[in-house]
């Protein structure tokens, strides 16, 4: 089946800081590209929906200047998370829209300190 | 809108024994469900999906669930559980409105435990 890869896989960052998180489909094309939020024990919420050239669309209630989005290539769309907090540590998981179905990446853990 | 609620957080069997997992489904337009399972350090796995053809899916791994319209349910089942299907279990759903993508609503999760 198609695979989507997430790097990295886990990450510490600093509050303040920023950091990038690459997800690629490895063997298909994906004009459209989605990232989730999963908090422990809790659900995936979808964040934002990402296409190829041009803006993401973002749900309601998840800040775009904090989360940038950005999918450049039929194969790679990176989420950004600037100036992280605390609150913003979670699990990110991406997704690449196939053709019958969404493909998902391992997830990225991300811990700010 | 669409949602699925997810009436078990955990649920356990012995292995060998049948596995029932339940779902509940609300949604304004024709919906696609689907079941997800997630293992540790693992991405998101498609056991099944309904997209309005045969009302009872089979999907992999020995899972099929039943679309119920009059109650509104997906619930997933398997006549003997095995070892390795402890994980965490989705039921998704979609609007069922293809647009090139189609976003999904996740439900809560129910984790599976299988002791031997």
């Known amino acids: 089946g198609a695979v989507v890869s997430q790097h990295p896989s886990w990450v510490i960052c600093k509050s303040g800081t920023s950091v990038k998180i690459e997800c690629r489909s490895l063997?298909?094309?994906?004009?459209?590209m989605f990232w989730y939020r999963q908090f422990p024990k809790q659900s995936l919420m979808l964040m934002a929906t990402?296409?190829?050239?041009?803006?993401?669309?973002?749900e309601q209630g998840v800040e775009k200047d904090k989360f940038l989005i950005n999918h450049a290539s039929l194969t790679l769309s990176t989420l950004t998370v600037t100036s992280a907090h605390p609150e913003d540590s979670s699990f990110y998981i991406c997704?690449?829209?196939?053709?019958?179905?969404?493909?998902f990446g391992p997830g990225t853990r991300l811990t700010v300190t | 809108a669409q949602s699925v609620t997810q009436l078990d957080s955990h649920v356990s069997v012995s292995e060998g024994t049948p596995v029932l997992l339940r779902c509940n489904y609300s949604s304004s337009y024709s919906p696609s469900l689907f079941w997800y399972v997630q293992h540790p350090n693992k991405g998101l796995q498609l056991l099944l999906k309904?997209?309005?053809?045969?009302?009872l899916v089979k999907g992999i791994n020995g899972f099929e669930a039943e679309f119920k319209k009059s109650e509104t349910s997906f619930h997933l089942t398997k006549p003997s559980a095995h070892m390795s299907d402890a994980a965490e279990y989705f039921c998704v759903v979609s609007d069922g409105i293809w647009t090139g993508f189609q976003k999904l609503v996740f439900g809560t999760g129910t984790r599976l435990l299988v002791s031997p």
């Open positions: 990402s296409n190829e050239g041009s803006k993401a669309t973002y």
């Open positions: 309904y997209t309005s053809a045969a009302t």
């Open positions: 063997d298909f094309q994906a004009t459209t």
């Open positions: 997704s690449a829209q196939g053709r019958d179905e969404q493909y």
